[in-house]
């Protein structure tokens, strides 16, 4: 079936090195793509979202970026800090607003 | 705003046992669903809903109930638990239409089955 998938299961980087995520997809009608952030005994949180029409977004310290052609999203972090160590999901949405997510990375910040 | 709530944040049954798992949300969102996440993995779709009245199936939905009478609750009923659902329940809610920044997630409810 469809599916969300994520390369790396387990990110670690330096504290002040840029981080990158990846995550595949397989679902080529799906247009809206989110990255989630999930620190330990909580909730995922949005970090940053993207449509399918667009290639890159930015916000502050993350970058996502689309490439529709093989199927892939990546998600930048600039200047990695500590409180970035967590474990981070893509998720696309399929038919009916109903997300389906990835396996996760976790992310974790050397000293 | 309290956002989504989940109650209640720990729970031990045994075998056999039914109960209900509590979601509100105070957003005047359309949309919720229930995901489980066990250890090391993503999020599962449970059930969902479109609004008050309608109600779905999403990946895992055997061993589950939902309703949803009002448009701020969002209950998960499990009719006879088994250890197989022993996992962390969220409950999250979002509006309808894109670009909607995703859903909003519960803090969580964390079952064990024994």
């Known amino acids: 079936g469809e599916s969300v998938g994520l390369h790396l299961p387990t990110l670690s980087v330096q504290e002040g090195d840029n981080s990158i995520i990846n995550c595949a997809y397989s679902?080529?009608?799906?247009?809206?793509f989110i990255w989630y952030k999930q620190e330990s005994g909580k909730g995922p949180q949005f970090i940053i979202d993207?449509?399918?029409?667009?290639d890159k977004r930015q916000g502050q310290r993350v970058t996502v970026l689309l490439n529709k052609t093989v199927k892939h999203l990546s998600l930048q972090i600039a200047a990695t800090q500590p409180g970035d160590s967590a474990v981070y999901f893509c998720a696309e949405y399929n038919a009916g607003n109903m997300l389906t997510f990835g396996g996760g990375t976790r992310l974790m910040v050397k000293p | 705003n309290a956002g989504v709530t989940q109650t209640p944040k720990f729970q031990v049954l045994k075998t056999g046992q039914s109960m209900t798992l509590q979601c509100a949300q105070d957003?005047?969102?359309?949309?919720m669903s229930w995901y489980r996440q066990d250890p090391g993995m993503g999020l599962r779709l449970i059930h969902y809903s479109v609004g008050a009245g309608i109600t779905d199936q999403g990946e895992v939905p055997n061993g589950y109930n939902v309703s949803r009478s009002t448009t701020e609750d969002f209950p998960l009923r499990l009719l006879s638990a088994a250890p197989s659902q022993t996992s962390v329940y969220f409950c999250a809610s979002t509006r309808a239409g894109l670009p909607n920044y995703g859903y909003t997630f519960g803090s969580g409810t964390r079952l064990t089955v024994v």
């Open positions: 957003m005047n969102h359309e949309y």
């Open positions: 993207i449509r399918s029409n667009m």
């Open positions: 679902n080529s009608a799906s247009d809206y």
